[in-house]
């Protein structure tokens, strides 16, 4: 029996280290932030990081639509195996890398800026979730520490929503219901965020 439940293990563990990966990391000295990566898995387990140390990281659960159309694009690129750097003469962006690791089937790209589309769209798709991910983060820190605070933060993310820019939506109801349902914020910011929850739930279902 044991040995049985060790073969599921290593079945397991071994299936995990070959399912593919993407990661997009931004270093851009200067901006705020100066940096940031975000790793997405084919399950839609996902992480943010400002840093380039693992443990910073913060975990979240990226839409099944945005999940595959970030892997789909991946796919026609030829999951980054061929330069994406246009060589054109632009100002500094900043240094993006994109790299798919699926195994030993890996590849990666680094660009300023890349005339190619798909690599505009994914990148695009990638700075969504960079911005949802910080606007998330801005109101955690803004119910704890910052009460008047909490209400431009909501304001954020009503933006984000309003110009379909806001991604990892359900990570964001458990703080927003919170606010809404506590007295000690200004009456704005808990409408503001009773209405942004009733709008996601009803675009989920």
Known sequence: MRFAIGLLLAAAAAWAADAPSITFSKSFPGSLPAYFAITV???GDSTYNESEDPDNAEKFQLESGATNEIFDLAERMDHFKKPLESGLKVANMGMKTL???AGGD???AKFNYSSNE????????FERIGESLRTLLELRRAARHDRLGVNAAVLKIQSLWDNRRLVATAQFLPLLDQIAKDEAYIHMARERAA????AIRATAK
């Open 106 to 108: 890996r590849g990666e």
């Open 118 to 125: 798909e690599a505009k769209l994914l990148t695009d798709r």
């Open 41 to 43: 898995e084919r399950s």
């Open 195 to 198: 209405q942004i929850a009733d």
């Open 99 to 101: 790299r798919w690791d």
